[in-house]
């Protein structure tokens, strides 16, 4: 059974720092394609960062220079370092796995993150 538990959300001021984690059980992350996306009240599912089994990482415009995507494959986790936090960050995040070859899905519950002062 496949897995993503995802954590690490939280509460932070504006200006502040988090890492979300994202533990993959069942599936190896590294012939995975691993996203994280987010869903604001009110607003459609976006992706934020994802990285893909040959390595290549895209961002969405709004947290370049921000947000970092990374994956350890040693311990199957994929991780998201969110810096210089804007209440426009506020949402639940989720993670996200499609396998290369098949294009199967994996989402996990999400992690929520409020930035407020």
């Known amino acids: 059974q496949v897995q993503l538990a995802e954590s690490g959300g939280g509460l932070v001021q504006p200006g502040g720092s988090l890492r979300l984690s994202c533990a993959a059980s069942?599936?190896?992350?590294?012939?995975?394609?691993m996203g994280w996306y987010r869903q604001a009240p009110g607003k459609q599912r976006e992706l934020v960062a994802r990285?893909?089994?040959?390595?290549?990482?895209n961002y969405a415009d709004s947290v370049v220079g921000r947000f970092t995507i990374s994956r350890d494959n040693a311990k199957n986790t994929v991780y998201l370092q969110m810096n210089s936090l804007k209440p426009e960050d506020t949402a639940v995040y989720y993670c996200?796995?499609?396998?290369?070859?098949?294009?199967?899905?994996?989402w996990g519950q999400g992690t929520r993150v409020t930035v407020s002062s």
């Open positions: 996200n796995a499609v396998r290369a070859t098949t294009l199967r899905e994996y």
């Open positions: 990285i893909t089994s040959g390595d290549i990482i």
């Open positions: 069942g599936i190896i992350v590294s012939i995975y394609h």
